[in-house]
């Protein structure tokens, strides 16, 4: 059985970040359940060239072929689709993702809102202990946004704005996304090629 993840996008900048981890997470053979906001439609058309069809299946079968994915791999669920696995703590165990994740969004998390599906899967998987990821793509972050996180962290979630290192010295834009690609997926558990675990190359060539 493959692994199930709920990727949620919102309107935050950072298309890319959610475009990139939706691949990867195909790649590494997941099941990929997929919502997306409607902010988050006209920023991923403004940021990229891709133009997300506005009904769930459609998005479905575009998504589906974009990535390369296998039939039913990735399905996408309407922001009122109450009845959509995530929706429920019964469900069948998934981790979360909301990448990128809007302030307007983490505040309604941290209140338990629900006012959509993307909120009440992740008020789903905090209240089920289930890994919880949030991508915040802002700056500054004003007082308002920090305790907001700091109430999310202090609940399990884990926070992880968009600030991709250059230690590994990134030649391109890509480079960058992939950065953080690869922390989600580390968070996640899940095996990535992007970036090297920190101090496995020294291991392999230390002396004793």
Same mark, same amino acid.
């Given at each position: ?14 298309? $890319? ?6 691949? #990867?997470?195909?790649?590494? &053979? ?10 988050? +439609? ?14 769930? $299946? ?6 589906? +072929? ?6 039913? @791999? ?5 922001? +009122? &689709?109450?009845?959509? *696995?995530?929706? %429920?703590? #019964? #469900?069948? *165990? %998934?981790? =979360? ?45 004003? #007082?308002?946004?920090?305790?907001? =996180? ?13 600030? *991709?290192?250059?230690?590994? @010295?990134? @030649?391109?834009?890509? /480079?960058?996304?992939?950065? =953080? ?5 580390? @968070? ?7 970036? *090297?675990?920190?101090?496995? +190359?020294?291991?392999? %060539?230390?002396? /004793?």
């Amino acid at each position: 059985m493959r692994r199930r993840i709920t990727l949620a996008i919102t309107g935050a900048s950072g298309a $890319q970040y959610a475009l990139r981890l939706l691949d #990867s997470l195909v790649q590494a &053979d997941c099941e990929v359940h997929v919502i997306v906001s409607k902010a988050a +439609q006209l920023v991923i058309a403004t940021e990229t060239d891709v133009a997300l069809p506005p009904k769930p $299946q459609a998005m479905q079968s575009f998504l589906t +072929q974009y990535t390369g994915a296998a039939n039913e @791999q990735i399905r996408v669920f309407g922001l +009122q &689709d109450w009845m959509a *696995p995530p929706a %429920s703590g #019964s #469900s069948l *165990p %998934s981790a =979360m993702v909301v990448c990128p994740c809007s302030t307007g969004t983490l505040s309604a998390i941290a209140t338990g809102a629900c006012n959509n599906l993307i909120e009440r899967a992740a008020d789903v998987a905090l209240k089920e202990r289930r890994p919880l990821i949030l991508v915040p793509r802002e700056t500054p972050f004003s #007082s308002i946004h920090l305790e907001n =996180m700091l109430k999310l962290s202090n609940l399990g979630a884990v926070i992880m704005p968009a600030a *991709p290192g250059f230690y590994h @010295q990134p @030649q391109s834009v890509d /480079d960058l996304l992939d950065f =953080m690609v690869a922390r989600i997926l580390n @968070q996640l558990g899940i095996q990535q090629d992007f970036l *090297p675990r920190w101090g496995e +190359q020294h291991l392999g %060539s230390h002396d /004793d």
